[in-house]
């Protein structure tokens, strides 16, 4: 209603939002009821909008093929042919199916290695046959890269080569990314490596003909493709990585260097390298390319997520920039580093930013505030989320505000609720383990810059915060309680937004004066006696007899205390004041249950239960295994639960049955034949006697 579905980017940008707010929750009822709304994404919108299916359905592998049956494209006729029988226009919607496939089963690393090498072969035999079609080649590209994630397979990367020397722009610049998710954290292209002995040395020449490749072709998509790819190889890689990020770092295309810090940040993911630092801020501020300043700046969240207060310290100049791109980076640098931790500091800092006068800028400080407000409850902040959240609200809707903002406000929507107030984005594991796939996803996500069908990558960085206590069954016993040290309303979720409803407005009575009565009375007494006008003073009587004569007091308290009669003062009403119970400084946690990374630092197991810790020293936190102390008695137990493609409320399917037509007659028997035969000639003897 607020104009997206007039305006291409500000539609795209709702489907968006609706698959973060749904991403991995397997809830598509919105899509469904709004059909109508959703027809409205044709091209590249509508590859975007069959492909958030994916990210609303993410690691929900058993129902992928049911889901994505109407969209999928037909199964390739003739492997042998390289074109198959793909046509050359169109295939948004089967391209889009495609990436959705990828996105399922690559957003999750504990899906099924069977289901995924399955979907994978699948993918790549979409892959073989629709070069002719670089909607559907893109599409594919992408989801084998997905499915196929870091498992340096040469095969793979032969294929996804090919679609690249099809000189294909937006096929080329999938497939240059696709390679990268192949070979990610191998260290393909450098002296040391983590490659199988296999086809290591084919895969050594495959990058070097990338680096060629990239030299040598016109198209700009592809460049960046084939960078983003070397970067992703190069993850966790370190000193490693040095001489091929060096070689980046020098080349005179913008986009090779663009590359080249996105590597770096990458290869020193989490280590808080000061070398990696310094040639990040050296970038950020002397680089003549706007692009690659950005891409540094960002790149020093990466390198410093594992003590983020350092990132707003680093930033807080670069805020101050003249140059716009370096002023976007640092909000989104903040945003990432400071994910779902409230921080009020971090917040002021964006607060001028928000309103910018370059219009991605305040779409930057918008998405950064909305990613370190996520799974803050309404209390965070002093209350100040509140009206950030209603800010959000203002923008979409004021026709006054460019559209890069208002797409701004309208993914900040859905980020700062993703996955039903239940995930947030967080790069490394409890244990403190850099995640590689979050990293991956965040890289890939901020590509979204240069082409928006990259918002889905989001999906990859996606954290659940949940605590579940399982037992030796893996199943979850109800009884289970975590005590939280904490007031209920630090941690609790928002509240629901409510659809405002018009009131009526109600008519006010007007309020007769004692004295305004009187002379009613007397005019009316009056006008008696001379003979006219009897019904009026019938009605004046009737008033006298049946209503006692009110006191000025009662009058007045009648009026309402705002009108003084006779000079008297007014008395105060007595307001009776409800006493507000003090909320509790503790309650209990049920299981299963949300708990965020804040506040399981206030969580404590309580040891005098049925149910205790195997680790009773970790934080409550993730999946936790339980002890019974009293295995003999009864359990209240419950299982984890597939999601189901059925809609809620649906009836059970009735029993067996056999059904029979109306009118319809049971065929006769041999045995009931010659029963009617002998009856028969019963009747015909009888009738001849």
Same mark, same amino acid.
């Given at each position: 209603?607020?104009?997206?579905?007039?305006?291409?980017?500000?539609?795209?940008?709702?489907?968006?939002?609706?698959?973060?707010?749904?991403?991995?929750?397997?809830?598509?009822?919105?899509?469904?009821? *709004?059909? !109508?709304?959703?027809?409205?994404?044709?091209?590249?919108?509508?590859?975007?909008?069959?492909?958030?299916?994916?990210?609303?359905?993410?690691?929900?592998?058993?129902?992928?093929?049911?889901?994505?049956?109407?969209?999928?494209?037909?199964?390739?006729? !003739?492997?042998?042919?390289? %074109?198959?029988?793909?046509?050359?226009?169109?295939?948004?919607?089967?391209?889009?199916?495609?990436?959705?496939?990828?996105?399922? =089963?690559?957003? =999750?690393?504990?899906?099924?290695?069977?289901?995924?090498?399955?979907?994978?072969?699948?993918?790549?035999?979409?892959?073989?046959?629709?070069?002719?079609?670089?909607?559907?080649?893109?599409?594919?590209?992408?989801?084998?890269?997905?499915?196929?994630?870091?498992?340096?397979?040469?095969?793979?990367?032969?294929?996804?080569?090919?679609?690249?020397?099809?000189?294909?722009?937006?096929?080329?610049?999938?497939?240059?990314?696709?390679?990268?998710?192949?070979?990610?954290?191998?260290?393909?292209?450098?002296?040391?490596?983590?490659?199988?002995?296999?086809?290591?040395?084919?895969?050594?020449?495959?990058?070097?003909?990338?680096?060629?490749?990239?030299?040598?072709?016109?198209?700009?998509?592809?460049?960046?493709?084939?960078?983003?790819?070397?970067?992703?190889?190069?993850?966790?890689?370190?000193?490693?990585?040095?001489?091929? +990020?060096?070689?980046?770092?020098?080349?005179?295309?913008?986009?090779?260097?663009?590359?080249?810090? *996105?590597?770096?940040?990458?290869?020193?993911?989490?280590?808080?390298?000061?070398?990696?630092?310094?040639?990040?801020?050296?970038?950020?501020?002397?680089?003549?390319?706007?692009?690659?300043?950005?891409?540094?700046?960002? %790149?020093?969240?990466?390198?410093? *997520?594992?003590?983020?207060?350092?990132?707003?310290?680093?930033?807080?100049?670069?805020?101050?920039?003249?140059?716009?791109?370096?002023?976007?980076?640092?909000?989104?640098?903040?945003?990432?580093?400071?994910?779902?931790?409230? !921080?009020?500091?971090?917040?002021?800092?964006?607060?001028?930013?928000?309103?910018?006068?370059?219009?991605?800028?305040?779409?930057?400080?918008?998405?950064?505030?909305?990613?370190?407000?996520?799974?803050?409850?309404?209390?965070?902040?002093?209350?100040?989320?509140?009206?950030?959240?209603?800010?959000?609200?203002?923008?979409?809707?004021?026709? =006054?505000?460019?559209?890069?903002?208002?797409?701004?406000?309208?993914?900040?929507?859905? +980020?700062?609720?993703?996955?039903?107030?239940?995930?947030?984005?967080?790069?490394?594991?409890?244990?403190?383990?850099?995640?590689?796939?979050?990293?991956?996803?965040?890289?890939?996500?901020?590509?979204?810059?240069?082409?928006?069908?990259?918002?889905?990558?989001?999906?990859?960085?996606?954290?659940?915060?949940?605590?579940?206590?399982?037992?030796?069954?893996?199943?979850?016993?109800?009884?289970?309680?975590?005590?939280?040290?904490?007031?209920?309303?630090?941690?609790? *979720?928002?509240?629901?937004?409510?659809?405002?409803?018009?009131?009526?407005?109600?008519?006010?009575?007007?309020?007769?004066?004692?004295?305004?009565?009187?002379?009613?009375?007397?005019?009316?007494?009056?006008?008696?006696?001379?003979?006219?006008?009897?019904?009026?003073?019938?009605?004046?009587?009737?008033?006298?007899?049946?209503?006692?004569?009110?006191?000025?007091?009662?009058?007045?308290?009648?009026?309402?205390?705002?009108?003084?009669?006779?000079?008297?003062?007014?008395?105060?009403?007595?307001?009776?004041?409800?006493?507000?119970?003090?909320?509790?400084?503790?309650?209990?946690?049920?299981?299963?249950?949300?708990?965020?990374?804040?506040?399981?630092?206030?969580?404590?197991?309580?040891?005098?239960?049925?149910?205790?810790?195997?680790?009773?020293?970790?934080?409550?936190?993730?999946?936790?295994?339980?002890? !019974?102390?009293?295995?003999?008695?009864?359990?209240?137990?419950?299982?984890?639960?597939?999601?189901?493609?059925?809609?809620?409320?649906?009836?059970?399917?009735?029993?067996?049955?056999?059904?029979?037509?109306?009118?319809?007659?049971?065929?006769?028997?041999?045995?009931?034949?010659?029963?009617?035969?002998?009856?028969?000639?019963?009747?015909?003897?009888?009738?001849?006697?």
């Amino acid at each position: 209603r607020g104009g997206g579905g007039r305006n291409s980017i500000l539609h795209n940008a709702a489907v968006m939002t609706h698959a973060y707010l749904n991403a991995g929750t397997t809830n598509d009822s919105f899509l469904r009821d *709004y059909l !109508d709304w959703m027809k409205k994404a044709s091209n590249w919108a509508k590859f975007s909008a069959t492909a958030s299916l994916g990210v609303v359905h993410a690691g929900h592998i058993t129902e992928a093929m049911n889901l994505l049956q109407p969209y999928l494209p037909t199964e390739p006729s !003739d492997e042998a042919d390289g %074109g198959g029988n793909v046509s050359a226009g169109g295939g948004f919607a089967e391209g889009g199916s495609l990436f959705a496939l990828g996105i399922i =089963h690559g957003s =999750h690393a504990g899906s099924s290695a069977e289901k995924r090498k399955e979907t994978s072969e699948l993918l790549r035999r979409h892959l073989r046959a629709s070069h002719a079609n670089e909607v559907i080649s893109h599409g594919a590209a992408l989801g084998v890269g997905l499915t196929a994630f870091g498992s340096a397979d040469l095969q793979v990367v032969n294929e996804l080569k090919e679609v690249l020397y099809t000189d294909s722009a937006v096929a080329g610049e999938a497939a240059g990314m696709a390679i990268g998710m192949v070979l990610v954290g191998s260290g393909a292209g450098n002296s040391s490596n983590s490659l199988p002995e296999a086809g290591k040395e084919e895969l050594m020449e495959t990058m070097a003909e990338l680096r060629n490749y990239a030299r040598e072709t016109q198209h700009e998509k592809i460049i960046r493709g084939i960078a983003m790819g070397m970067a992703l190889v190069n993850f966790g890689q370190e000193e490693n990585a040095d001489a091929t +990020i060096e070689e980046m770092r020098s080349d005179r295309d913008p986009v090779l260097r663009y590359g080249a810090q *996105y590597a770096l940040s990458l290869a020193y993911c989490g280590t808080g390298s000061n070398k990696a630092i310094r040639i990040l801020l050296h970038t950020a501020v002397s680089d003549v390319s706007d692009d690659v300043r950005m891409a540094a700046v960002i %790149g020093l969240a990466f390198v410093l *997520y594992k003590t983020p207060r350092r990132v707003p310290q680093l930033v807080k100049l670069l805020l101050e920039s003249f140059n716009p791109h370096v002023r976007y980076a640092s909000c989104m640098a903040v945003g990432i580093a400071m994910a779902a931790t409230g !921080d009020s500091e971090s917040v002021t800092l964006l607060e001028p930013m928000l309103d910018d006068m370059t219009d991605y800028v305040r779409q930057g400080a918008l998405m950064g505030t909305s990613m370190i407000y996520m799974q803050q409850s309404d209390t965070s902040n002093g209350r100040k989320i509140r009206s950030f959240r209603e800010r959000l609200s203002s923008i979409v809707s004021d026709k =006054h505000q460019s559209t890069l903002t208002k797409m701004g406000a309208i993914l900040s929507k859905g +980020i700062i609720d993703a996955g039903g107030r239940n995930c947030t984005i967080a790069l490394g594991s409890r244990n403190g383990f850099t995640k590689m796939s979050s990293a991956v996803g965040l890289a890939l996500w901020l590509q979204h810059w240069h082409w928006y069908p990259m918002m889905h990558m989001l999906s990859l960085a996606l954290t659940p915060s949940y605590t579940i206590g399982l037992n030796k069954d893996f199943k979850f016993p109800r009884g289970f309680e975590i005590q939280c040290n904490s007031k209920p309303s630090v941690f609790a *979720y928002p509240k629901k937004l409510e659809e405002k409803k018009e009131e009526k407005k109600k008519r006010v009575e007007t309020v007769t004066l004692s004295t305004t009565a009187k002379s009613k009375a007397r005019l009316a007494r009056k006008k008696a006696k001379e003979g006219s006008a009897m019904d009026i003073d019938e009605k004046a009587e009737e008033t006298k007899t049946d209503k006692p004569e009110k006191t000025e007091l009662t009058e007045k308290k009648e009026a309402g205390d705002t009108m003084e009669v006779d000079g008297e003062e007014p008395e105060p009403e007595k307001q009776v004041k409800k006493k507000r119970e003090p909320e509790p400084t503790s309650f209990r946690i049920k299981n299963p249950s949300r708990i965020t990374m804040a506040q399981s630092d206030v969580c404590d197991f309580d040891l005098n239960q049925r149910y205790r810790p195997i680790r009773p020293d970790e934080k409550p936190f993730g999946v936790v295994i339980l002890t !019974d102390s009293t295995p003999g008695e009864e359990e209240d137990l419950g299982a984890v639960k597939a999601p189901s493609m059925e809609p809620e409320g649906e009836c059970a399917p009735p029993e067996p049955f056999e059904w029979t037509p109306p009118g319809w007659t049971e065929p006769a028997t041999k045995d009931s034949a010659e029963e009617k035969t002998a009856e028969a000639e019963m009747t015909d003897t009888k009738d001849e006697a």
